[in-house]
């Protein structure tokens, strides 16, 4: 069987953590793109995994590119091409710019590899991977967003600091779109099964949960020039990992909704099994009326970001 092959577009600060996650992980050759102007970052970045991976004993193919032929026949694609917040700014600010780089992406995805598997982190999240299914005509299967992976990796990152016990033992779900107003699911949250809520009091649970909203912000003020990229390619590996190796992991996505939980044609974080073919299935539960509350209003700021992409 032919390895698997993973396409990288933009070979930034994301893109090189995900090029060296894939290959650590075996899970395919990867190919890291850029524009013709940062041609050298892509090629720099993959000649030294390579080398890399002389030691640290991967066998994985890495090459730059900036050449859109050499993504052809990829399994997978995640795309980061766009620019980064800086300090001060919203996601929303990087619609125009990032909106332009997503539709010539998406253009030429369309043109190569339209059946691969498509994980947008580019921002603003939601509206991106809107454009990116509009643009490629793709099924809600195969494309979808990175955004609620990493929004639970920080909720339960300062949960396991709160409580000062493993990450490991806390299960939780942060939904909605990726911004300000993603919903924690704290009802629903456990460390080893018992719930947060008996053990940290509903104050402290609602300053972690502002915290996690702010979980990205936080970073860009402390870089200054960039926004996180460790967490964010690790959380698309993960995706990627389950698609590839059919693993059916539960993961919350940003997936276009059809009805479930009440919403539809909006790109949306929801909980949703990942496996051979994509998004197998979106995993509905009901909510409380807060709970409700939340997502109605992540969804109204999500379709409003949607629709100044007037696509
Ligand atoms: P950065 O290090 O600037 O890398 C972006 C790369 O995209 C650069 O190397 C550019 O040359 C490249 N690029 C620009 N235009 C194109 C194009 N047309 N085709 C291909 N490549 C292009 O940024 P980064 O890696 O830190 O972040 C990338 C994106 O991810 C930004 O939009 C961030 O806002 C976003 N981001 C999202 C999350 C989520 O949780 C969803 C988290 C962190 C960052």
Known sequence: MARHKIGLVGAGQIGGNLALFAAQK????????????????????????????????????????????????????????????????????LLETNLKI??????????????????????????????????????????????????????????????????????TLVLGGHGDDMVPISRLTTAGGVPVTSLIKPERIKEIEDRTRQGGAEIVKLLVNGSAYFAPAAAAIEMAESYLLDQRRVLPCAVWLEGEFGLKEVYFGVPCIIGKNGVEKVLEFELNADEKAGMAKSADSVKKTMAATRL
């Open 26 to 93: 075996e899970l395919g050759d990867v190919v890291l793109f850029d524009i013709p102007a940062a041609e050298g970052l892509a090629k720099g970045k993959a000649l030294d995994m390579q080398q890399m991976s002389t030691i640290e004993g991967f066998d994985s193919r890495i090459v730059g590119s900036s050449n859109y032929d050499d993504l052809k026949g990829c399994d997978v694609i995640i795309i980061t091409a766009g620019i980064p917040r800086k300090p001060g700014m919203s996601r929303e600010d």
């Open 102 to 171: 997503m539709t010539s992406v998406a253009e030429n995805l369309k043109r190569v590899c339209p059946n691969a598997f498509m994980i947008n982190i580019a921002n603003p999240l939601d509206a991106m991977v809107y454009a990116l299914k509009k643009i490629t005509g793709g099924s809600r299967q195969k494309i979808v967003g990175m955004s609620g992976i990493l929004d639970s990796a920080r909720y339960k990152a300062f949960l396991s600091m709160e409580l000062d016990i493993s990450m490991k033992d806390i299960t």
